[in-house]
C-alpha cells in the first residue's frame, strides 16, 4: 500500500518552489534545469565579502538550511569565521557542499542575507567601541525598505554589539521597534516621543507633562530642539520634574533625560561658532580651534590630512551646526550649574560610525546615542559573492578567483 500522502508537507513544499522561483535570478534556475537535464554534481560554494566585516551570517546560513531539500544528498556548512568575528575583506565566510541542482537556486536568497548584516555589525561594534560609556539605541527602521532589511540589520547590530560588550562598552539597550527588540534582549521597543508630540502639546513643558501623565511607569526623555530652545525648555522641565514630580512620591524611581536632535541647518540655543569652539577647546584643556581638532584626530592623522579634507569634517562634528560636541557639553555645564546633574543626555542627528568616533575620541557628556546609522552608508560595500570552486571534489574555479579559495577543503 502507498505511504498516504502529507497534504501539508507537499503543499509547504509547492509554497518554497513558489516563493523561491519568483525570486531567485533566472539564470540559476536555467541552470538547475540543465543539471537535472545532463546530470547532477556534488559542488563546494564559498562565500565572501570585498571589505572587512564583522560574521554575522546566521540568518544566511538559515535559509540555506530551510531551503535545501531533505531528499538531495547532505547539506555540509562549513563556517571559516564564528559568528562575531572579524573577517577580513575578500575571505571566504563560509562554504557550503551538497547537490549543484538543488543548490544553484538559492544563491540569490543566500548572499543577499550575508552582507547587511554583517557590514551592520561592523559598524555598530567600531561605534559602540569608539563611545564604550555610552549606551546606543537602534533607531534604523524608518530607514528600512522593509522587515528583511530591517530584521537583517538589527540582527547584524545585536552581533557587533555583543562582541563590543566583551570588551567592557555598554553597547546597544535596545531597538525602537518591536519587531527586532528581541535582538537586544528586550521583549519591546524604547522610545518616548517624536516631534510631533510636541508640536501637538504646544510646548516642551506640556509634551514631558503629557507623556508623564499617559505613560507613569516610564523614564522620562524630553526632546528639547523643537522651539530652538535646548537649555531653556530643559531648565524648565527639571524644574517641573525635580521640584514637583519626585517630591510626590511615585515617581522617584525613574531617570529624566533630555534628547538633542537640533536641526543641522541651525546652532542650538544660544551658540555660534565662535562659541562652540571656546566650548571645545576648554572642554579638552587645549588654547584655540586648531589644537581641539588635532587633539580629536590625533597627531599622525591632523599632519597627514594635508587638503583639510577630514579636518573640515572633524570641525563640523565639534563646532558645527546641528547636534555637536559643542552643543552637548553646553547641555551638560548648563544642566550641573542648575543642581540638575542626574539628568542624562541622549543625542540623536546623523550619529555615523565617523561622528561617534569623534565624539567619543572628545570625550562628549553624552549618555545614550539614538541612531540608525549603522546601516551601511555604501549599499555596494554589503554586495556578497558566491562561487562553486569545486565539482566532485576536484578545485576548479574562474581564473582570478583561486587564491581566494585556494586550500579550502569540501
Known amino acids: 500500500m502507498n505511504k498516504p500522502l502529507d497534504l501539508k508537507l507537499e503543499t509547504d513544499r509547492r509554497e518554497r518552489a513558489d516563493y523561491l522561483l519568483s525570486r531567485t535570478d533566472k539564470y540559476f534556475t536555467k541552470s538547475r534545469q540543465i543539471a537535472e537535464k545532463f546530470g547532477d554534481k556534488i559542488v563546494t560554494y564559498g562565500v565572501f565579502l570585498r571589505r572587512g566585516t564583522i560574521c554575522a551570517v546566521n540568518p544566511a546560513l538559515e535559509i540555506l538550511r530551510e531551503y535545501y531539500p531533505q531528499d538531495a544528498v547532505p547539506l555540509k556548512i562549513t563556517r571559516l569565521y ?228 577630514v579636518k573640515d569634517r572633524v570641525r563640523k562634528v565639534l563646532f558645527g551646526t546641528g547636534v555637536s560636541v559643542a552643543s552637548v557639553i553646553k547641555m551638560r555645564e548648563t544642566l550641573d550649574a542648575a543642581g540638575f546633574n542626574s539628568a542624562r543626555i541622549v543625542g540623536s542627528s546623523g550619529f555615523t560610525p565617523f561622528k561617534c568616533k569623534m565624539f567619543g575620541h572628545a570625550r562628549a557628556p553624552v549618555d545614550v546615542i539614538g541612531t540608525g546609522s549603522f546601516i551601511p552608508e555604501a549599499f555596494g560595500d554589503t554586495f556578497a559573492t558566491a562561487d562553486v570552486f569545486m565539482y566532485e571534489g576536484k578545485f576548479l574555479i574562474k581564473v582570478g578567483r583561486e587564491k581566494l579559495f585556494q586550500g579550502l577543503k569540501p
Open 82 to 309: 564564528e559568528e562575531g568575528a572579524f573577517v577580513p575583506d575578500q575571505k571566504p565566510i563560509f562554504t557550503y557542499t551538497g547537490s549543484f541542482a538543488a543548490l544553484v537556486e538559492l544563491e540569490t536568497l543566500i548572499l543577499r542575507r550575508v552582507g547587511t548584516a554583517c557590514v551592520s555589525a561592523y559598524n555598530a561594534y567600531k561605534m559602540a567601541t569608539d563611545m564604550p560609556k555610552v549606551g546606543f539605541i537602534d533607531m534604523h527602521a524608518r530607514h528600512a525598505c522593509g522587515d528583511d532589511l530591517s530584521v537583517l540589520a538589527a540582527y547584524g547590530a545585536a552581533v557587533g554589539s555583543r562582541i563590543a560588550k566583551l570588551s567592557g562598552a555598554v553597547g546597544f539597550l535596545g531597538s525602537s521597534q518591536d519587531l527586532t527588540a528581541h535582538f537586544y534582549g528586550q521583549d519591546a521597543g524604547l522610545g518616548t516621543m517624536p516631534h510631533a508630540i510636541v508640536g501637538y502639546a504646544g510646548s516642551t513643558l506640556r509634551a514631558a507633562q503629557m507623556y508623564a501623565e499617559t505613560h507613569p511607569q516610564d523614564n522620562l526623555t524630553v526632546l528639547v530642539d523643537y522651539y530652538a530652545r535646548e537649555y531653556s525648555d530643559a531648565l524648565e522641565v527639571c524644574r517641573w520634574w525635580y521640584n514637583d514630580v519626585l517630591p510626590a512620591g511615585p515617581a522617584s524611581a525613574r531617570a529624566l533625560a533630555f534628547r538633542i536632535d537640533t536641526h543641522g541647518e541651525r546652532y542650538a540655543e544660544g551658540l555660534d561658532y565662535e562659541q562652540s569652539v571656546e566650548l571645545v577647546a576648554d572642554w579638552l584643556h587645549v588654547l584655540n580651534e586648531y589644537e581641539a581638532v588635532r587633539a580629536v584626530m590625533g597627531e599622525e592623522a591632523y599632519d597627514s590630512d594635508t587638503l583639510n579634507i
